[in-house]
């Protein structure tokens, strides 16, 4: 607990300084704890260290974690099966990666079930990778005015991945798009859709995902290995 004391000090100390950089405060900034690997206990002693919230990309480790630590609020962030939404759906605090169009419907039609709204972020395929899951940008203007059709849904922003590279400033192309296309977007009015939120950079290249406008960052290895 100790030595995950000091990453955390030393992740903050850098979130503080990025958002310095983007005019901002570190408190604007959600540290997400991704704990994929990391058993339930570890999760806890993080959460003790003062981690509210926790990505998960599984939906079976999500549950499980968050049946063991339910005062957390647990993120989905991995690609989401549609015959796993019923799983999710009412779980998940915020669901990160809403890539098509079948899957806002099935979410949408589980929440209604629930009599819940769901809190989603758009996921954007900047990078053009193919390995990547996430709509084109020129794909969601269009998709974010369809959004008026699903009542249960809550689009509350965008969120990207990079391209993995051990040169942090590699990403900084894709992360400094996907802010400007929200910032384009956010002039535009669609039903249940408010682009607060850019969820964009991991352990590698958080700081550079902050200085371009990230205000939620999943960070897992600088934290937990």
């Known amino acids: 607990m100790e030595k995950m004391q000091t990453r955390l000090t030393e992740i903050k100390a850098n ?19 991704v704990s994929k690997m990391v058993e339930p206990e570890i999760t806890r002693q993080a959460y003790q260290l003062g981690i509210t919230d926790f990505g998960e990309n599984r939906v079976q480790e999500l549950n499980r974690k968050k049946a063991f630590l339910p ?3 647990w993120h989905f962030i991995g690609r989401l099966q549609t015959n ?3 799983d999710v759906v009412g779980e998940a605090y915020m669901i990160h990666s809403l890539d098509r169009w079948g899957l806002a419907e099935a979410i949408n039609k589980r929440a209604l079930s629930l009599g819940i709204r769901v809190p989603v972020l ?17 794909e969601l203007e269009e998709f974010l005015r369809s959004m008026g059709q699903l009542a249960a849904l809550q689009v509350r922003g965008l969120m990207t991945m990079a391209e993995e590279d051990p040169d942090p400033e590699a990403s900084r192309p894709v992360f400094r798009e996907l802010s400007l296309l929200r910032a384009r977007l956010a002039e535009l009015e669609f039903p249940n859709v408010e682009l607060h939120h850019l ?10 995902a902050i200085e371009e406008g990230a205000d939620m960052v999943r960070i897992g290895s600088a934290l937990f290995s």
């Not at 979130?15 to 704890?33: K, M």
């Not at 758009?122 to 990078?127: C, H, L, R």
């Not at 969820?199 to 550079?208: A, I, N, R, W």
């Open 84 to 86: 796993k939404v019923k």
């Open 122 to 138: 758009v996921q954007v395929n900047i990078s053009g990778a193919d390995r990547k899951t996430g709509l084109v940008p020129a």
């Open 199 to 208: 969820s964009m950079g991991m352990s590698q290249d958080y700081q550079v």
């Open 15 to 33: 979130i503080d300084r990025a958002a310095g950089r983007s005019g901002r405060r570190g408190r604007d900034i959600t540290l997400i704890a």
């Open 71 to 73: 005062e957390a609020r």
